[in-house]
């Protein structure tokens, strides 16, 4: 097992839960659009992947191969401390799946969501504000947790709204 492995059984970055964009090239939007990517338009004009992205697929990228260079050039908290040794692949692994346990937390205190392109953090923020689906504080316990963990262990600090950079 690789620090590929890594990636390909987490996909986080890709879900909107960690991003809710990732910055694209004007010369990469006629490609994204052809692999059936969400671009949008950013204030400025900037084009940007909506994310979750739509190529995600069972937490792999399904248009691995042909990913903008965002996505290529990122790597979390998580993988850099892999990648340095600082703690093994087992670890790391058992951080992934320990942030996807908080986040079915969270979706099940959630209102079923029929667009599966909206990740489960961002249903949840939307709830605590006063949305369609309501949030117990329970749900708004949970999300909590859930943010803290994602900040601490893959943001390495509450930057939780900003536009994923490349490193
Ligand atoms: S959040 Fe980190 S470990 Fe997960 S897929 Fe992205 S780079 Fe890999
Ligand atoms: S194109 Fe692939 S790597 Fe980039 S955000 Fe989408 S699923 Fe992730």
């Known amino acids: 097992m690789s ?10 970055c890709c879900d909107g839960n960690l991003f809710s964009h990732v910055p694209l090239e004007h010369s990469e939007v006629d490609a994204a659009r052809r692999h059936g990517l969400e671009v949008v338009q950013l ?4 084009p940007a ?9 069972a937490r792999q990228c399904s248009v691995y191969g042909a990913r903008p260079e965002g996505c290529r ?5 998580l993988l850099d401390a892999l990648s340095r040794q600082t703690l093994s692949l087992e670890e790391a692994l058992a951080v992934v799946e320990r942030a996807h346990a908080l986040l079915a937390v969270v979706e099940r ?7 599966r392109f909206v990740s489960v953090l961002e249903r949840a923020r939307f709830a605590s504000w006063g949305g ?6 329970s749900t708004n316990a949970a999300r ?4 803290a963990f994602l900040d601490e262990h893959f943001h390495g600090g509450p930057r939780r709204f900003e536009f994923l950079a490349g490193g």
């Open 3 to 12: 620090s590929s492995d890594l990636c390909r059984r987490c996909g986080l």
């Open 43 to 46: 204030a400025g004009g900037a």
């Open 49 to 57: 992947l909506r994310q979750c992205c739509p190529a995600l697929r």
């Open 73 to 77: 050039r990122y790597g979390c908290r």
């Open 109 to 115: 205190g959630l209102e079923p969501e029929p667009d």
């Open 132 to 137: 369609a689906d309501g949030s117990s504080s």
């Open 144 to 147: 909590e947790r859930a943010e």
